[in-house]
């Protein structure tokens, strides 16, 4: 396909970008980590191609596994940036991909570039899908088990939304359930935000911590706190944005 060609092509030179999107404490209200999410722009102001679009691309293609080494990298350096500034920020967040697992060499790939770009283990954390967690079992378990023994956080993004029964979610080893925007955007429409109640409680339970995603509103944000949910990020607070943005944006918190 033209689309992965052009993609290929941009990446290797160096025209795909990161972006930030910052992750708030429900406790404190203060920001406390980040996001990493990719961006592939264009000419002018506009992007080529939006990541849902060019994720999956990537993904079938393969080119994932070099383009996530390479965010992997950039979240390190984006680390040392936030690190100098007295942020208040403890962990950055990274997509991971299912063909960044096939060659078994994640962890070691991971301890690397943690490693080169010094930045701390308890300071990664990991999303994965419900999907990834489910498409090769074994050998994701084995990858993610060695990770949290070196430190590293891992999360279910989009949670509540992949087809995992509660029987393989008790088996998997993470930190952290992710809860989908679908049902955050319930505690306006009606439905009132069981679904997001019944999570949160699901994960006090079982050990785990909660961040909601795709908070939009100051309301949505108040039902989260009050529910004890660990974490939130969305456009409420602030939307992604480049390195530099984000880095000014947390100078805006005293
Ligand atoms: O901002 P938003 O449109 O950025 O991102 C859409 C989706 O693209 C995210 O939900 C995520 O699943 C995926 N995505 C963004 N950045 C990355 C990345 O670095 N790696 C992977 N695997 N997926 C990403
Ligand atoms: O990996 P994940 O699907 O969680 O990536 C986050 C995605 O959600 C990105 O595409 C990002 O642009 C998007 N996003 C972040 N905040 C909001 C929000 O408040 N509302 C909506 N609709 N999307 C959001
Ligand atoms: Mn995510
Ligand atoms: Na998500």
Known sequence: LDVIRALRNDFRAGKLAVWYQPQLSLAT????????????PGEGSGFVQPPSVFVPLA?????????????????GEAWRAVSAVESGITHIAVNVSIPQFRNGKLAETIAGILGAQRMPPYALELEITESVAMDEPRRVITALKTLREMGVRVAIDDFGTGYSSLGQLQALPIDSLKIDRSFVADIANGRGGSFVET???LAQKTGLETIAEGVETAE???FLRALGCTEAQGFYYAKPMPLDEVLNWLQTFP
């Open 199 to 201: 999570i949160v409680a």
């Open 220 to 222: 949505q944000a108040g």
């Open 59 to 75: 993904e079938y293609s393969g080119l994932i596994v070099e383009i996530g080494e390479w965010v992997l990298q950039q979240a």
């Open 29 to 40: 209200g203060r920001p406390c980590g980040m996001e990493a999410l990719l961006r592939w």
